[in-house]
């Protein structure tokens, strides 16, 4: 099923510590006012406070001043403006003032409108004659996905990345005895055969054990792409996905939270422009050599 595709997984260490947060405004945007006014009724039986609208330009105006709008469900056939692009106009107004959880209305689903849903982190997709059960279902996933948003945004982790990195170098260069003038700089046959040894080692532990026991996406895209740069290959956003070892949502959200965070540059593939190509910044992919070269100077002393 669509929803199940696009729905967002939420582990529950996340949010283990933050309470549920109020109740926040949806924004329903659809120019068919008989599914608009349907959206509403199911709203007031949930009893999310809610606005309907038929046009973009009257949802860009909302969602910019009132900012308890956090759920925006857009109806993909509108005229000018589809939903994906309004998804994409209001998430670039508010910036990273607040999270905006985002769900597709469609008269018809397809694999290539799931394909778009998760590019644009959409939590939901639903088609038209809408039933409560998913539409309820629907708005459960939003909250969950706000929730995440908020866990991910308070625990500051991708933010301080560079700085935990650091430490993490400064410690193994401590324990390897390497100096910057003591030692010669590790060559780039060690530095890959070092990434491609510790990519090996997890790759093997999850013959052994289950995958979702340590997940730790955000590690496995870096590594990913720090093979990526020194095999020198494009990689796709949905290739980096997969190599994370998580849903497709859940990779997504992460390739996203880390763009944001300078970590990675994303762009359209001028070749072929349906996809997305993903890479390490400069900055992080310097981190990521001296991090490898001090694995390599501790494991050569073993």
Same mark, same amino acid.
């Given at each position: ?69 956090? @759920?925006? %469900?857009?109806?993909?056939? %509108? ?52 039933? +409560? ?9 939003? %909250? ?7 866990? @991910? #945004? ?25 100096? =910057?003038?003591?030692?010669? /700089? ?12 510790? @990519? ?8 052994? +054990?289950?995958?979702?026991? +340590? =997940? ?11 093979r990526a740069r020194l095999d020198n290959q494009q990689? #796709?956003?949905?290739?980096?996905? @997969? ?5 497709? #949502?859940? =990779? ?17 593939d001028p070749k072929d422009r349906r996809r997305d ?8 992919? #310097?981190?990521? /050599? ?13």
């Amino acid at each position: 099923m669509a929803s199940q595709a696009l729905s967002v997984s939420v582990p529950s260490q996340e949010i283990a510590h933050h309470a549920q947060p109020q109740t926040p405004t949806v924004l329903v945007v659809d120019d068919d006012a008989e599914c608009a006014n349907h959206c509403a009724r199911m709203l007031d039986d949930l009893n999310y406070r809610h606005n309907c609208v038929n046009s973009a330009r009257e949802a860009l105006e909302l969602v910019t001043q009132d900012q308890s709008i956090q @759920i925006l %469900m857009a109806s993909v056939q %509108m005229p000018t403006v589809d939903g994906f692009v309004l998804i994409d106009e209001a998430r670039s107004r508010v910036g990273h003032s607040r999270p905006l959880a985002t769900v597709i209305i469609s008269n018809e689903t397809s694999a290539d409108l799931a394909m778009r849903g998760m590019h644009a982190e959409v939590v939901d997709l639903l088609c038209k004659p809408l039933e +409560f059960e998913a539409y309820s279902g629907a708005l459960r996933r939003a %909250m969950n996905y706000l929730t995440t948003r908020r866990a @991910i #945004s308070d625990g500051g982790n991708i933010a301080n990345f560079s700085q935990q990195l650091a430490q993490l170098v400064s410690m193994l260069e401590s324990k390897s005895g390497a100096s =910057a003038q003591g030692e010669p /700089r590790t060559t780039e046959q060690e530095i890959n055969a070092t990434l491609r040894t510790i @990519i090996g080692s997890r790759s093997l532990r999850n013959r052994h +054990f289950p995958s979702q026991l +340590f =997940a730790d996406p955000a590690w496995d895209i870096l590594l990913d792409l720090s093979r990526a740069r020194l095999d020198n290959q494009q990689v #796709s956003v949905s290739s980096v996905c @997969i190599a994370a070892s998580v849903p497709m #949502s859940t =990779a997504l959200r992460w390739v996203r939270q880390m763009t944001e965070a300078g970590l990675l540059r994303r762009w359209t593939d001028p070749k072929d422009r349906r996809r997305d190509l993903i890479a390490l910044t400069d900055t992080t992919a #310097s981190q990521m /050599r001296d991090y490898l070269a001090a694995v390599h100077g501790v494991v050569s002393k073993l």
